[in-house]
């Protein structure tokens, strides 16, 4: 059902769904690999700290929980009720819910508009609207928030813990995304499964992420569709002030639409009005999943290039060749290098280096060098961003080079310049990205991603300069 406007009650009660200090679980499990059984199973192992109210008629107790028969038999408040039960049993316990005065709702349960059952869906709204009651759902993996270790869905862990939100109306795609932050130590703060966004939209939830929640430095978005345009293009003009909001919209295609119409029950529309409203609202497009990762990992860790003067310093001529043609495509074309700081970056060189635009401190670098470079670049005016790459060669410790690295990252800080960086090489260097990360410092395995990432925080410095 259409939202009605971003709600204020909406912006309010949605703290107790992604904070809750009280989850019940309506249709707990006694049996494992249930969803039931999971929900509370993930609420106890993720270490929640607040309380957890199983509910089922026909259990004492599940996974050492005192157990109720109904939610109004829990004999205290409870923030956020998370529904997994038979689609035809969701309409009563959301009646319970309102009853009880539940903050917020999350409803697992599929087999609604997703199969053509909108009308019984809608009467669930219509419930949960009447008493200001905000429900994510249904057909959900759940909610997740790795800074206040919370797994309220199915979802096997919480994910790497970061500074990104993520929304995603998929919830297989959610579970494949938080094995990614592992694995490529992408963090994330929370992430929410919409599904058929019934109630909840999109838009309330960039409110409240963008004005509401410290935890978050950057909105990341899957959308296959929505039918509240207006409102999603006003909360991404008001977010855009506060954090970028990078989205990856599927589902283009005359087949993508029958396909994301039978997954949630939206209506994916056409591109060109999707890109025209992205456009107007500010919004920083991805083109695949690894590109909304990429572009969403650099927002979240470094401050936006204010200047279009972007500089490569590499050890590798033929990486520098790569990101310059890359550049190139993504709309930050290289410019040669200052003569003024060409002249103080030949102190970090040998005499046979290079100081155009790509600098090349050649395969001798060292730590030091590429220290001092960076330095000199965050500290000269013109500079806009800098892209460090650095090829694994026999004669350098890609550890030492990482760690001066991250010392000359923080002088950029102070000249509020962003760096992204690019590693090559095998295992010696994936564990010197993944500490980089850790340090706040965007990591790529390949030029043309870390060039990507550098084009966002320009487009996003281009965004904050209009909406001044």
């Known amino acids: 059902m259409r939202i009605p406007g971003i709600r204020d009650y909406v912006i309010e009660k949605l703290r107790y769904i992604l904070n809750p200090r009280s989850v019940a679980v309506i249709g707990a499990s006694r049996h494992p690999g249930k969803i039931g059984y999971q929900i509370v199973q993930n609420l106890i192992e993720s270490g929640f700290p607040g309380h957890i109210y199983p509910v089922n008629p026909h259990a004492d107790e599940i996974l050492g929980l005192k157990c109720y028969p109904s939610l109004k038999d829990v004999p205290y408040e409870v923030d956020l009720a998370v529904i997994s039960l038979?689609?035809?049993?969701?309409?009563?316990?959301?009646?319970?819910?309102?009853?009880?005065?539940?903050?917020?709702?999350?409803?697992?349960?599929?087999?609604?508009?997703?199969?053509?059952?909108?009308?019984?869906?809608?009467?669930?709204?219509?419930?949960?609207?009447?008493?200001?009651?905000?429900?994510?759902?249904?057909?959900?993996?759940?909610?997740?928030?790795?800074?206040?270790r919370l797994n309220a869905s199915f979802a096997p862990k919480l994910p790497f813990s970061g500074k990104i939100a993520l929304i995603s109306q998929s919830g297989a795609l959610v579970i494949g995304l938080i094995g990614w932050s592992w694995l490529y130590k992408v963090g994330l703060s929370k992430v929410i499964s919409i599904g058929n966004k019934a109630d909840v939209d999109f838009s309330e939830l960039i409110v409240y992420l963008a004005e509401r929640d410290p935890e978050t430095n950057a909105i990341a978005i899957y959308m296959e569709g929505t039918d509240a345009g207006q409102e999603l293009v006003e909360a991404c003009r008001r977010a855009v002030?506060?954090?970028?909001?990078?989205?990856?919209?599927?589902?283009?295609?005359?087949?993508?639409?029958?396909?994301?119409?039978?997954?949630?029950?939206?209506?994916?529309?056409?591109?060109r009005i999707y890109k025209a409203a992205f456009k107007q609202s500010y919004v920083i497009q991805a083109d695949d999943l690894m590109d909304l990762y990429d572009k969403a990992l650099a927002l979240s860790l470094q401050p936006p290039a204010l200047s279009d003067k972007i500089i490569v310093i590499t050890n590798g001529g033929?990486?520098?060749?790569?990101?310059?043609?890359?550049?190139?495509?993504?709309?930050?074309?290289?410019?040669?290098?200052?003569?003024?700081?060409?002249?103080?970056?030949?102190?970090?060189?040998?005499?046979f280096?290079?100081?155009?635009?790509?600098?090349?401190?050649?395969?001798?670098?060292?730590?030091?060098?590429?220290?001092?470079?960076?330095?000199?670049?965050?500290?000269?005016?013109?500079?806009?961003?800098?892209?460090?790459?650095?090829?694994?060669?026999?004669?350098?410790?890609?550890?030492?080079?990482?760690?001066?690295?991250?010392?000359?990252?923080?002088?950029a800080r102070e000249y509020h310049k962003p760096i992204v960086t690019c590693f090559i090489g095998g295992e010696e260097v994936n564990e010197v990205s993944d500490w980089l990360?850790?340090?706040?410092?965007?990591?790529?395995?390949?030029?043309?991603?870390?060039?990507?990432?550098?084009?966002?925080l320009r487009e996003y410095g281009r965004i904050l300069e209009k909406v001044k």
């Open 86 to 148: 038979p689609a035809p049993l969701v309409k009563n316990a959301v009646i319970e819910c309102a009853e009880k005065n539940v903050k917020g709702i999350a409803i697992i349960t599929a087999g609604f508009s997703e199969v053509g059952n909108k009308e019984e869906e809608d009467e669930i709204v219509k419930i949960a609207r009447k008493y200001k009651i905000p429900i994510l759902g249904p057909n959900i993996v759940g909610i997740l928030n790795s800074i206040y």
């Open 241 to 271: 002030k506060r954090k970028p909001v990078i989205i990856l919209k599927a589902g283009f295609s005359k087949r993508g639409e029958i396909a994301t119409m039978s997954h949630t029950g939206s209506i994916a529309g056409s591109a």
């Open 318 to 351: 033929g990486a520098g060749v790569l990101a310059t043609d890359a550049a190139e495509e993504c709309g930050i074309p290289l410019v040669d290098t200052p003569p003024n700081l060409a002249e103080k970056l030949k102190n970090y060189m040998p005499p």
């Open 353 to 411: 280096g290079s100081t155009k635009n790509p600098v090349d401190l050649t395969g001798q670098a060292n730590e030091d060098w590429y220290h001092g470079a960076i330095v000199e670049a965050a500290k000269h005016p013109d500079i806009g961003g800098i892209i460090v790459i650095y090829c694994h060669t026999a004669i350098t410790d890609p550890m030492k080079i990482g760690i001066r690295i991250a010392e000359a990252a923080k002088v």
């Open 437 to 456: 990360k850790e340090q706040g410092i965007p990591t790529y395995p390949e030029p043309l991603r870390a060039v990507r990432a550098m084009a966002a």
